[in-house]
Antibody, heavy 116, light 107 residues
Framework: QVQLQESGPGLVKPSETLSLTCTVSNGSISGYYWSWIRQPPGKGLEWIGYLYSSGSTNYNPSLKNRVTFSVDASKNQFSLQLSSVTAADTAVYYC??????????WGQGTLVTVSS | DIQMTQSPSTLSASVGDRVTITCRASQSISTWLAWYQQKPGKAPKLLIYKTSTLESGVPSTFSGRGSGTEFTLTISSLQPDDFASYFCQQYNTYPWTFGQGTKVEIK
């Protein structure tokens, strides 16, 4: 079955840009929707947005001005960049397969802490 | 955004019990609702989509029902592997939104 793995710095300074990459294995990234979802400590899940393998994107309006997704099909990877981070962006970040509705596969998640 | 409210936040139950979790939407979402299970430190797992359709491999002890604004997830006979957190998600209106979760713990 498809497996996803997030990677990137676990600590980001305030006002800087958070960057994460999701590597997809046991399946192709092409032809599917992929999502980023986050969960602040002790809080609920928030959908950051989703992208199609062709590169088209759909961002959560609450984060739209700070979020950028990209895809590298040759590496079977897709990425998240979140700019001007604050402590409120501290969360476990998940990458996942799906975006048009349900998500059928999730990564394990990676904790990103925003702190100086 | 559509707000999803789950109840209860925590549920204490024993193996073999029948348990029901409720999810309410702030506006109608038809039947565009999914349920996920999450265990500590693990990736969430899709259980049910379109309110009542079980994902492949999910035991038949799980069932979902509802429409509009009120939905339920029922576990007909709680098994040791079912002690986990459960959360609902609507995908009627973007941005998709989640409930805050229900933790099912051992009584």
């Amino acid at each position: 079955q498809v497996q996803l793995q997030e990677s990137g710095p676990g600590l980001v300074k305030p006002s800087e840009t958070l960057s994460l990459t999701c590597t997809v294995s046991n399946g192709s990234i092409s032809g599917y929707y992929w999502s980023w979802i986050r969960q602040p400590p002790g809080k609920g899940l928030e959908w950051i947005g989703y992208l199609y393998s062709s590169g088209s994107t759909n961002y959560n309006p609450s984060l739209k001005n700070r979020v950028t997704f990209s895809v590298d099909a040759s590496k079977n990877q897709f990425s998240l960049q979140l700019s001007s981070v604050t402590a409120a962006d501290t969360a476990v970040y998940y990458c996942a397969k799906g975006g048009g509705g349900v998500v059928d596969y999730w990564g394990q998640g990676t904790l990103v802490t925003v702190s100086s | 955004d559509i707000q999803m409210t789950q109840s209860p936040s925590t549920l204490s139950a024993s193996v073999g019990d029948r348990v029901t979790i409720t999810c309410r939407a702030s506006q109608s979402i038809s039947t565009w609702l999914a349920w996920y299970q999450q265990k500590p430190g693990k990736a969430p797992k899709l259980l049910i989509y379109k309110t009542s359709t079980l994902e492949s491999g999910v035991p038949s002890t799980f069932s979902g029902r509802g429409s509009g604004t009120e939905f339920t997830l029922t576990i007909s006979s709680l098994q040791p592997d079912d002690f986990a957190s459960y959360f609902c998600q609507q995908y009627n209106t973007y941005p998709w939104t989640f409930g805050q979760g229900t933790k099912v713990e051992i009584k």
